[in-house]
């Protein structure tokens, strides 16, 4: 039923405009837009164990039921300076707002629920940074710091990343509707971790979430099918429509926080995923995206304790599912 009703869709899409557009990031420089982008993250612990040396221990306390919330609500200024070889070249961005907040609750073992609410904020708010592409090399500096960022802050530009352009799922030629083609999950990168490390995070986080979160960025790995659907009429703009559909994987390995150093924590992190991409076919540039994801997200912790000691390793596994929602709108400003 839903293959059938995306086959008409395509055929109503595909009166709406020629059958063979051309699609490229073509858009005259330089470019001002506001990028504002909506995440959220919705995750249930639905299974918990520990083993001492490999034998199933009994819990006294289950901790199953335990809810995670995420939400981040950002805007970038982006100064589009210079393009090349279909990609945005010279860009200046500004982090005119990075702003989240995160609630976790559980139910305790006499009827109550325990929260904890936490807001996050990131030393980048306020910030100016300058992305030159060379070939393959990508050079960053920093334009306007903030209040809170020093030069200690420029150590940790390698983390943010620029791509919002969305070009590197474009087909390399004019493309018919129904046609499909697949990218490497990386690609989606800025659906998934939109900017990068933008150390968003709250003060009562620890180093070793970041640390395991970039990771996780860094490690994608899968593909993705892009499906181009036809063209949609939205006020008087032709819109190109790309379905995003796929599965991507990714691995961390960190040390916990406190722990000995013969201690790891291990992540496996597996996301199904389902988006939609509009492309601005007269403008040459993105229109919106949004990217529905599905997680299983396992997190294992191994300790091991001294020569002699008992239980000599304990493990620890949980496992979280849920979903995430992320959404991105371009605007072009005077």
């Known amino acids: 039923m839903k293959i059938a009703l995306l086959s ?15 699609m490229a990031l073509d858009h005259a420089t330089p470019l001002l837009l506001a990028v504002r982008v909506e995440q959220r993250v919705e995750l249930e612990l639905v299974s918990h164990e520990v083993r001492d040396d490999g034998v199933l221990r009994a819990l006294a306390d289950d901790p199953t039921g335990l809810k995670l919330e995420s939400s981040d609500s950002l805007e970038f200024v982006d100064e589009r300076l ?20 995160k609630h976790q609750s559980r139910l305790t073992l006499h009827g109550g629920v325990d929260v904890d609410d936490r807001i996050k904020s990131s030393p980048f708010a306020g910030a100016s940074v300058r992305f030159e592409r060379r070939g393959e090399e990508l050079e960053r500096s920093l334009v306007k710091q903030t209040a809170s960022s020093g030069a200690e802050r420029e150590l940790a530009l390698d983390g943010l990343e620029p791509d919002c352009d ?32 933008l150390e968003l995070a709250a003060a009562e986080d620890d180093q070793s979430a970041r640390h395991s979160a970039a990771q996780l960025r860094r490690n994608l790995e899968g593909e993705i099918e892009v499906i181009f659907w036809g063209v949609r009429e ?31 924590q291990r992540h496996e992190l597996v ?6 991409l509009l492309w601005q076919l007269d403008e040459g540039r993105a229109h919106a995206a949004r990217l529905d994801a599905r997680w299983n997200w396992t997190v294992v912790r191994v300790d091991a304790g001294d020569e002699g000691a ?7 596994r949980s496992l979280f599912t849920g979903q995430s929602l992320t959404r991105i709108e371009f605007a072009p400003l005077p």
């Open 82 to 101: 210079a393009l090349s070889n279909g990609r945005v070249a010279t860009l200046v961005r500004t982090y005119a707002r990075l702003e989240g907040a």
């Open 166 to 197: 969305f070009a590197a799922l474009l087909p390399a030629a004019p493309v018919e509707p129904s046609q499909r083609w697949r990218v490497h999950a990386r690609e989606l990168a800025p659906l998934l971790y939109p900017g990068g490390d």
């Open 234 to 264: 939205l006020s008087g703009a032709r819109l190109g429509v790309f379905q995003l559909r796929g599965t991507a994987r990714s691995h961390a390995l960190t040390t916990p926080p406190g722990a000995r150093s013969s201690s790891e």
């Open 8 to 22: 008409s869709l395509a055929a109503v899409l595909a009166a709406c405009g020629p059958a063979a557009p051309r």
């Open 310 to 316: 008992a239980p000599r390793v304990v493990e620890r």
């Open 271 to 276: 996301r199904e995923l389902d988006g939609e």
